[in-house]
Each structure stands twice: as structure tokens, then as C-alpha cells.
């Protein structure tokens, strides 16, 4: 490009100068000279690159045509950034980016995006504006830039340590309560929904509407990361479908990707594109290719979990089946015991009572022999008259002697017995078949446990009730402690 003090050559001096030798033009003149001054400068087009600012698409009678500024993409001085108008008239935006363009689907312009692009001067007179008219974009330069952005900022990010924060938030398995970012009634939302909704699972979706293309994405899902962040949920979705490496640039700026990898919660990110992995997915704590893809991998959590609980039911309940069957049997081989033990230990008694009988039977009349012995002599040796009368006496104090410990030696016996028969009485209450043979039963709890305490029954409780053939199965309605005071009165 000539300097630019070649644009304007110094003229030659009009015949007629009037002040100090100057020369007087008119508006068109100037407007002329300028035309001819960018021709001779600029007499084919040429490259040109600068980041877009401001990309406007015409409507009404200029539909169809693009208006935007090209500025210096890495000033020295940001506050003096040079900038330059651009056009891209319909016919070119068609042949470029219509429907059969020849970038179409791999290539769109954008704000932010460094672009380089064939231009040629454009001098409006009737508005004295100058602008440069784009024939042709260069997408590989666009995209080298988005690359070399891109792979420096992984550099930097991984030296920080920033790459595997997210990752290390705890996730809860299954996340239920989730928030998600995304554009709202786009593609990547109904996806969303879609899979979510319809599962069956209790799934809590907060939504948070945001940007996902354009110079404004970055912002918009920077604040929304803020907002769900402070919520209670358990992990943020942030989806968007798929687009030209450009369509999803924003994915790798700077201020997106920091916020994703310091924010509070587990980040899924669900960006649609099948090749490249933006920054944002590296940062996130787990990415996938697709919205549906994250929203699909969160209901299979959800299914496996429910089959954990359901496998863990299954056991438990064959777990209690089985200790239930073996307490049964069990209790049933201990009432057996208790009631051999009950028939022994009262034969036992019965035998003991019968000796202790048999002991002092023989003891009472082994008394009652020595003092007849004792009684016989002592009468042999008094013959007086005086000495018979006393000894008639204690005969007849001895026969009454005989005659209470003979009763009193029977009441012994009966209460011995009466006492025996009593223990025998209490041996075959303890006894439980005897028990439920009268009518009885009593309650056992799923644990196994005998029920002793109304009150400890809680209502809808499922007990088990021991008759004298067999168990019936109940559950609770109601529970009605009996009044202690009424009972003991």
C-alpha cells in the first residue's frame, strides 16, 4: 500500500488564485479527485484484515445487504483502535453464504471474529463517505486465528490448574435438581426437554435463558452460570446445537471458560458440534457431543440408580423372608425345648417331693417309736400308784403329743404338696402352646420381634399373629393404650 501522502499529490496551482496562491475547489471536485486518488492507489483489490464490529444485515429496500466495520485487531493503543467501513452487497453475500454458497454451513461472519477479506475502495460522493466493498472471504485465516486463540488459552489455563476444577465438584448420582443454560425454544432446549421430561423421574429443571452465538454469548452465559450457581441444585446443563466453528466461538473465550471451571457446581456441557472440543468442554466437568446426549446420560443415571434400589428391595426382602423363616423355626424348636423341659423339671419336683415326704414320714415314726420305747420303760419303773397316775398323765400328753405331730405332720404334707401342685400349675402356664390353646396369641413385629406395648405399634405397621395352628398377617389401624390407673383399679 503507497504511503499516504501518495493518495493526495500536491496540484498544480490554479491561474486564478485569489488567497496567497491557494487554489479553490468545489465540493465535487474535491469529491473527484478523491475517486480518481483511490483508483491510482488502489487499482485492484486486496487483502484486508481486521476484526468485525457492529455486523448489521440491511432490511427493507437494502435487504439483503451486510454493513459492519473492520478495527485493529491487536492495537498498541486500545483506545485509538483504527477502523475502517465495510460492505458486502447481497449478490456477494448470496454467492458466499446462500443457499448454495460456497461457505455456507462452515463459515459465517461474526462480531469479534479477525477476518480476511478482498476489498476494493468505495467512494459515496453524494455523502462524502469512504468504505471498502468485500468480494471475497479467506475462512481459513478466520479460523487459524480462532485456532491459535484457542490453543493458547488451553496453555494457559492448564498451567493454572483450571482445567481440572470443575471436574473435581462432587456430582451427585442421580442429579435431580438440575439448571440449565441455553437458549430458550432453541433446538438444544426442546432437545433437552425431551429426553427429561418424559422419563418418569421427579427431575427439577430450572432454566436460565441465555445467548450461545454473538458477541453478547459470553456475557449472557457468564451471568447465568452466576445465577443458577447460588441455587440448590445439583449439577447446571449449559447446551447448544451445533454450527460453524465460528457460530460457536464464544465457547472458547476466556471470561466463558473461567467461569465454567470456577463455578460451584458440576458443569455437563452438551455443545453440538462432532469434531473439534471447544475450551468450555475441556474446562467443564463432564462434556458430551450433543444436548440430547448430556440430557439422555443423566435418565440412564436416573434408570440405574432405580434398578440399585429395586435390586436392593429385592434382596432385602428375600434377606427378611429367609431370617423370618429361621426365627420361626427356631422359636417353634425353643417352645419344643421349653415344653420337654417343663414335663422334666416337674417330674423332677414330683420325684423330690416324694422323698422329702418319704424322709420325714420316716422320721416321725421313728419318734413316735422312741418315745413309746421311752414311755414303756419309764412305766415299768414306776409301779407306784402316784407315779402310774403321772405317767397316765404323760401317756396322754404323749398320745396328744402324737396325735398334733401327726396333724401337724400332714398339714406339712399338704402344703408341700398344694406347693408342688402349684409350681406344676405355673410350669404348664409358662408353657406357650398351652397358652395359645386357650385362645391366646401374640404379636410379632417384621423384625422378628415380640410386640409387648400398644403404644409402641406405629399405624400402617404390618405384625404377624402366633395362634395355636398357624399365623395370620395384619397391619395396624389404631393404636389404644389401656388407661394404667383403669387397669389397676
Known amino acids: 500500500m503507497p504511503p499516504v501522502d501518495d493518495l493526495f499529490p500536491e496540484l498544480p496551482p490554479d491561474d486564478d488564485e485569489t488567497d496567497g496562491g491557494a487554489e479553490t475547489l468545489d465540493v465535487r471536485q474535491v469529491s473527484e479527485r478523491l475517486?480518481?486518488?483511490?483508483?491510482?492507489?488502489?487499482?485492484?483489490?486486496?487483502?484486508?484484515?481486521?476484526?468485525?464490529?457492529?455486523?448489521?444485515?440491511?432490511?427493507?429496500?437494502?435487504?439483503?445487504?451486510?454493513?459492519?466495520?473492520?478495527?485493529?485487531a491487536e492495537p498498541e493503543d486500545p483506545s485509538a483502535r483504527a477502523s475502517l467501513d465495510v460492505i458486502m452487497w447481497k449478490f456477494t453475500v448470496a454467492k458466499l453464504f446462500g443457499a448454495r454458497g460456497r461457505l455456507r454451513g462452515n463459515f459465517e461472519p461474526a462480531d469479534g471474529a479477525v477476518l480476511r477479506v478482498r476489498v476494493k475502495p468505495n467512494y459515496y460522493a453524494p455523502q462524502g463517505r469512504l468504505s471498502f466493498v468485500i468480494d471475497d472471504v479467506d475462512p481459513s485465516f478466520t479460523l487459524g486465528d480462532l485456532e491459535r486463540r484457542r490453543r493458547e488459552l488451553l496453555t494457559k489455563l492448564s498451567?493454572?490448574?483450571?482445567?481440572?476444577?470443575?471436574?473435581?465438584?462432587?456430582?451427585?448420582?442421580?442429579?435431580?435438581?438440575?439448571?440449565?443454560?441455553t437458549s430458550v425454544g432453541s433446538a438444544a432446549y426442546a432437545d433437552v426437554c425431551k429426553q427429561l421430561l418424559p422419563s418418569g423421574f421427579g427431575f427439577q429443571l430450572t432454566v436460565c435463558d441465555a445467548r450461545t452465538q454473538g458477541a453478547d454469548a459470553a456475557r449472557s452465559v457468564v451471568a447465568a452460570l452466576r445465577t443458577l450457581q447460588r441455587l440448590p441444585l445439583d449439577a447446571i446443563l449449559l447446551v447448544r446445537g451445533g454450527g460453524s466453528r465460528?457460530?460457536?466461538?464464544?465457547?472458547?473465550?476466556?471470561?466463558?471458560?473461567?467461569?465454567?471451571?470456577?463455578?460451584?457446581?458440576?458443569?455437563l456441557a452438551g455443545i453440538g458440534h462432532e469434531i473439534d472440543r471447544s475450551v468450555v468442554d475441556e474446562v467443564a466437568h463432564t462434556s458430551f457431543k450433543t444436548p440430547t446426549a448430556v440430557a439422555a446420560w443423566i435418565v440412564e443415571r436416573a434408570e440405574a440408580a432405580r434398578g440399585a434400589v429395586e435390586d436392593g428391595f429385592a434382596w432385602l426382602r428375600e434377606f427378611v423372608g429367609t431370617r423370618l423363616a429361621t426365627e420361626h423355626s427356631?422359636?417353634?424348636?425353643?417352645?419344643?425345648?421349653?415344653?420337654?423341659?417343663?414335663?422334666?423339671?416337674?417330674?423332677?419336683?414330683?420325684?423330690?417331693?416324694?422323698r422329702v415326704s418319704r424322709r420325714f414320714q420316716q422320721r416321725a415314726d421313728a419318734m413316735l417309736a422312741r418315745a413309746d420305747d421311752a414311755v414303756h420303760a419309764a412305766r415299768r419303773r414306776l409301779v407306784s400308784g402316784p407315779a402310774i397316775e403321772t405317767l397316765g398323765r404323760l401317756d396322754g400328753r404323749l398320745l396328744d403329743a402324737r396325735e398334733r405331730l401327726r396333724r401337724h405332720a400332714e398339714r406339712g404334707l399338704l402344703r408341700q404338696s398344694e406347693r408342688l401342685d402349684e409350681r406344676a400349675q405355673r410350669l404348664r402356664l409358662?408353657?406357650?402352646?398351652?397358652?395359645?390353646?386357650?385362645?391366646?396369641?401374640?404379636?410379632?413385629?417384621?423384625?422378628?420381634?415380640?410386640?409387648?406395648?400398644?403404644?409402641?405399634a406405629t399405624r400402617g405397621e404390618r405384625l404377624r399373629a402366633v395362634l395355636r395352628d398357624g399365623e395370620l398377617e395384619l397391619e395396624t389401624v389404631a393404636s389404644h393404650p389401656r388407661d394404667t390407673t383403669e387397669a389397676e383399679s
Not at 483450571?162 to 473435581?168: D, K, T, Y
Request: hydrophobic fraction near 45%; glycine fraction near 8%; charge should be neutral.
Open 246 to 267: 465460528l457460530d460457536l466461538a464464544a465457547f472458547d473465550e476466556e471470561r466463558m471458560a473461567r467461569a465454567v471451571a470456577d463455578c460451584a457446581l458440576p458443569v
Open 35 to 72: 475517486a480518481r486518488a483511490l483508483e491510482r492507489t488502489f487499482p485492484e483489490p486486496f487483502w484486508l484484515v481486521g476484526e468485525a464490529s457492529g455486523l448489521a444485515r440491511a432490511r427493507g429496500g437494502r435487504a439483503g445487504h451486510w454493513y459492519f466495520k473492520l478495527v485493529e
Open 159 to 181: 498451567a493454572e490448574g483450571a482445567l481440572q476444577r470443575n471436574g473435581l465438584r462432587e456430582l451427585v448420582d442421580p442429579p435431580l435438581r438440575l439448571g440449565l443454560i
Open 330 to 354: 427356631e422359636l417353634e424348636q425353643l417352645a419344643g425345648s421349653l415344653r420337654r423341659a417343663t414335663r422334666v423339671r416337674l417330674a423332677e419336683e414330683q420325684e423330690a417331693l416324694g
Open 430 to 456: 409358662l408353657d406357650p402352646a398351652q397358652v395359645l390353646r386357650r385362645g391366646y396369641a401374640y404379636l410379632r413385629r417384621e423384625n422378628g420381634a415380640v410386640l409387648m406395648d400398644a403404644a409402641a
